[in-house]
């Protein structure tokens, strides 16, 4: 592997701390549709898959009709793009991690199991817009993570082979996706249980911080 010119990050407990309200506009979806109570668990268990996926899943999950999936995930999408969105923390670290990667010239690509103009709105919510090149929402993908197709759009549009791109995320979806890419892959998890989930799928390296991603990075 040369010299990393692009990395690929994910978006979602990777550079902002947003799952608690995904949970919290997906249990609000739910309710507004009518649904059966969800338990939270369910739905934590179910981050960092599409949308659709979750819909699909939590419909099985409460014995509805899975053909439903589409129009919860939709209604779950606009409830976080209205409600949500403004509310979402930046991960400890992010801002400076990407201004330190764009000032060495790395290009920076977010990938997300998320719709892309929910990506950008959150993007420009937290101030992340301006470190970023490009972004790749899962409605832009026929198959999101861990299918390769997101990672692959991703470096086509940083104009990178992958033995020049790293992916940066927070689950084992993201390291297969990149493996699957044939991209390197580094997580970020202060789970013991994720970490060696993560390196019997390939990753690179396993990280506690996404502070030490810089080092691993430029150093490679």
Not at 83 to 90: F, I, Q
Not at 202 to 215: F, L, P, T
Request: glycine share 8%.
């Amino acid at each position: 592997m040369g010299a990393i010119r692009a990395v690929i990050f994910d978006l979602d407990g990777t550079l902002v701390d947003s799952t608690p309200s995904h949970v919290s506009s997906w249990l609000e979806a739910c309710e507004l549709a009518g649904l059966p109570r969800v338990p939270r668990e369910l739905v934590e268990g179910l981050m960092g898959r599409t949308s659709h996926d979750i819909a699909a899943e939590i419909l099985r999950a409460v014995g509805r009709d899975r053909s439903l999936a589409r129009e919860l995930a939709e209604l779950k999408d606009r409830l976080f793009a209205e409600k949500y969105a403004k509310r979402v923390p930046l991960i400890e670290g992010a801002r400076e991690v990407l201004r330190e990667l764009k000032a060495v010239g790395i290009k920076v690509c977010v990938v997300s199991s998320n719709p892309r103009e929910l990506i950008l709105r959150v993007l420009r919510a937290t101030g992340l817009s301006s470190y970023v090149d490009a972004v790749v929402g899962q409605d832009e993908v026929e198959r999101g993570k861990p299918d390769p197709a997101p990672i692959l759009l991703a470096l086509a549009r940083l104009s990178a082979r992958p033995n020049e791109a790293a992916v940066v995320g927070d689950s084992v979806y993201d390291v297969l996706a990149a493996k699957r890419a044939g991209v390197a892959a580094m997580g970020i998890t202060r789970s013991d249980e994720v970490r060696r989930e993560m390196l019997r799928s390939g990753a690179s390296a396993v990280v506690g911080s996404i502070r030490e991603i810089v080092g691993l990075v430029i150093n490679r």
